[in-house]
C-alpha cells in the first residue's frame, strides 16, 4: 500500500514536472519582455531628450552670439544679422526682438511690433538650470493661428531676445510599428507644458493597462523632459512565439518524464507481483558470509545473506529486488520465511 502511494506521489510529481516548467517560462518570458519594453523606453527617451538638447544648444548659442553683437534694436543691418543666423540654424524657424512689455518689434522677416503670447497652459516658464545658458522656455504663440512654437528667450539690455523653435524639429519621434499604436510619448517642459507628442494618448495607456510602464528621461541641461508609456501587453506580445515555442517545448520534456514514470512504476509493480508469486513458490535462499574474528584469525560465525533462487536455478541481484521489498513491506514475509526454512530445515 505505502509502494503503491509512492508510486501515486510520483505520477503526481510528473504532472506537475510537465506544468511547472509551461508556467515558469512563461513568467519568466513576461518579467523578460517587460523589463526589456522598460530598458528600451528608457534609451528612447534619453536619445530623445539628447536631441532636444542638440536642438535647443543651436537655438540657445544663435541667441548668445547675436547677444554678444549687441543684437538689441531694430534696423536693417540687425534683421539681416538675424536672417543669416536663422538660416544657419537647425530647427530655429524664427528669431526676433523682444521689448520689455513683450512685444515683438522685429524679427528675421522684418519689423513685427506684435504681441507675444505666451501659451495659455503655461503658468511659469521653464528657466535653464545654474550653470548652463541663462535661457528661458516657454510655449509661445506664432504668425499662424492654432500653431504654437517652443520660445527660447534670452533678456538682453534693453529686452530679449527669442528664438521659435519648430516643435517637429525638436521632438525625434521613436515610436514606430507597434509601439506607434499602444505606447505614448510626449516632450514637456519642467512646468509640465506640453510641446509635442505622439502615439497613443496617455489615457488610452491608462485604461488599457492599470499598471502600465512608464519612464521620464529629464535633462540635466535644459528644464526638458521626455515622458514614455505604454501597456505591458504591448512589451510581451512580440515575444508570444517565443512563448508558445518554450512552452511546446517544456510540455513535451514533461510529457515524456510522466511517461517514463509510468514506464518505472508498472515495471516495479510488476517485480512486486513476481515478488509475491516468488514468496509463494519459497524461490528465496540464504547464502552464508563467514565473520572471522580479526584477533585471532578463526570464524566466529555466520551472516545470512538473502537471494532470489529463479526456478531455473538462475539468482536475481539483491540490489534489484531488496530496494522494493523493503518498500512495499515485502521484506518482513521474506525475512520470516527464511528464518523458518534455515531453523526448521
Known sequence: MQYRFKIALAVGLSVLVTLGPMVVIDVGVRWVAIEQGRSNLKSMGETMVAHAENILDAAAGS?????????????????????????TRAGVKEIGIVDDDGRMLCSNYGPAMVQIGVDAGVANPGRAPAGVVPVNLEMVSTRLA??????????????????????????????????????????????GSVVMVTGETAEWVREADPEFIEVNATSSRYPIAVVLAGPRFAFVEPFAEIQSYAKIGAGILGLAFLILMGYLGRSRSS????????????????????????????????????????PDGKLMPPDLFVPIAEATGQIVPMTRQLMVRRCFR
Open 146 to 191: 492654432s500653431r504654437t512654437a517652443l520660445g527660447v528667450r534670452r533678456e538682453t539690455t534693453r529686452g530679449s531676445l527669442i528664438a521659435f523653435v519648430d516643435p517637429n524639429a525638436i521632438f525625434l519621434d521613436l515610436l514606430h510599428g507597434r509601439s506607434q499604436k499602444n505606447c505614448h510619448a510626449r516632450l514637456v517642459l519642467a512646468n
Open 271 to 310: 517485480l512486486e507481483g513476481e515478488i509475491d508469486e516468488a514468496l509463494r513458490n519459497k524461490e528465496f535462499v540464504a547464502q552464508y558470509q563467514p565473520i572471522v574474528d580479526v584477533a585471532d584469525g578463526r570464524v566466529a560465525g555466520c551472516e545470512a545473506l538473502i537471494r532470489w533462487q529463479k
Open 63 to 87: 541667441l548668445e552670439i547675436l547677444a554678444s553683437e549687441g543684437i538689441d534694436a531694430c534696423n536693417p543691418v540687425n534683421i539681416r544679422r538675424l536672417s543669416e543666423v536663422v538660416f
